[in-house]
């Protein structure tokens, strides 16, 4: 009798799906070893095509592949993706070029012509940034709810870097106040501190290292008390601390430094490392290491879909010599790959996972803070999808302990693909179903939940460009004597924020392709178990979905980058 052999691969192209037959099969539960060969020899063959490669030393490792060529077909975009994406860009650059034509004789010299490049017509949210990116609650908001909430944390005692300057002696006497009733808050981005600019067409760039202190109020709106631009050295007079009763455009180039460097570690620590390469390291432990009949492969699979190649793509064009970085960031030109190296060399398993992230952090039981409230009401439905699998095909933990090709998965993601992330928490093994159920609960969020909560908002908070500028032409102010003069020869030229505003759409616009959360269609596992596993966890995506339009009615600003609707299957942009 032959044996119709499970398989994971969809032809591409002409339409043709090849679904996975039979049910899931662990290597335990194949007792008279009718698959064995079978497995090794499917995974001989994609440990050949699957290759791990150092593209840049102290950085995860990556998928072996010089451009998105190398590629198995398999992991490819469809011809729809890839036209739309392309297309895209094109479309973007071509605009630059008109509006560079179009401002080419106009003046820049005011905060006001930004307007002459705002695509105010691409979206709603993104003209409301415009109209309120100057008050201090809109900035506080940005923190909690914005385009990247990892920042921020509830403070335990007033941060050592903060050297109170002569004459500012009330504000400590309110910050030590605050701390006192638990509601001080505080962004901190020491990572940045000695990173070295980028150079752009001759013209050296700058950075910042700063640290906002935060305060929240009884009505939920965080409001910024006090920023330090540099932290202290020994070499240089005390850094002064920039306050809200500062000249109004004193204040504000405080504020959009802040906002220069939290675009930095929210594109290469938030994006790019914590969901971008991280979500590549479990594809590709995934394709080396789990049978395509292995119930864990079936169950990560649809949320794998796409990431190879735009991490590829990222790798060629985004983060490359010449890239985008380079052309128009200030830590382009090395420095950037020297804060993904710092980041890496900090990223922990607990930064992975909200329960324990969103606790570190001091951030649980906030009610205007939307993302954390979301994110865990998302964490706890992906923990029962997978906890409803896992117990399908795990009867006890033994079972787990026993399952030799799960257990190369979770040794190779953490010791190969993490770079040695068993000291950072990573586990090197699973030794129950609840360890492995929490694992997985993670690679699915990450893959899914936290990249469409940091991608989307590019969309919305980097169109105005003052609001977040991707560079800084001119170095920090040391004193509070700031003029518009100043402020304008800071900021992004028109070039560079042309680029800003064509990237953040691409990245942040709606994906016509795209495959919502749980939505997939192909079905790759057979049977009723896995089936109404699947169906319960549609519903409770649907519940929760009805929840969020239901809270956003009623907000004057609604969060909705976290609308089951509206996050993505997989990272696929
Ligand atoms: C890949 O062909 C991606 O030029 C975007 O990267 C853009 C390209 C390639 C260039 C395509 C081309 C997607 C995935 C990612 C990520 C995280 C970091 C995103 C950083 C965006 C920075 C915006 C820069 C504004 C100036």
Redesign the pocket.
Known sequence: KEIVFPCYRWVQGDGIICLPEATAWTMGKDVQGLFQKHREEELEERRRLYRWATWKKGILLSVDAKSEKDLPLDVRFHENKKID??GT?IAGMTEIALKRTYTLLSSWSSLEDFDQIFWCSKNTLAKKVRQSWKDDDFFGYQFLNGVNPTVLRRSTSLPTRLVIPPGAEEIQIQLEKKLQEGCLFEADFSLLDGIQPNVIQGERQYLAAPLVMFKMEHDGKLLPMAIQLQPPCSSSPVPPLFLPSDPSLTWLLAKAWVKNSD?QLH??QA??LK??LVAEVFAVATMRCLSGMHPIFKLLIPHLRYTLE??T??R????SDG???D???NTGGGGHLEVLRRATACLTYRSLCPPDDLADRGLLGIPSALYVHDALRLWDIISRYVQGIVHLHYSEDKVVQNDPELQNWCREITEIGLHGAQARGFPVSFQSRADLCYFLTMCIFTCTVQHSGI?QG?LDW?AWVPNAP??MRQPPPTTKDVTLEMVMATLPNIQ?AC??M???W??GRFQPDMVPLGQHKEEYFSGPGPKAVLSFFQEELNTLEKEIVARNKNLDLPYEYLQPSRIENS?T?
């Open positions: 994406f392309e860009l675009f594109e290469l994006h790019l969901t971008h735009i991490n793509r990222a060629t064009k985004l983060i890239g985008i970085f052309q128009v960031v991608n590019q980097y991707c560079t560079q680029l800003q064509t990237i953040s691409h990245l990272i942009i």
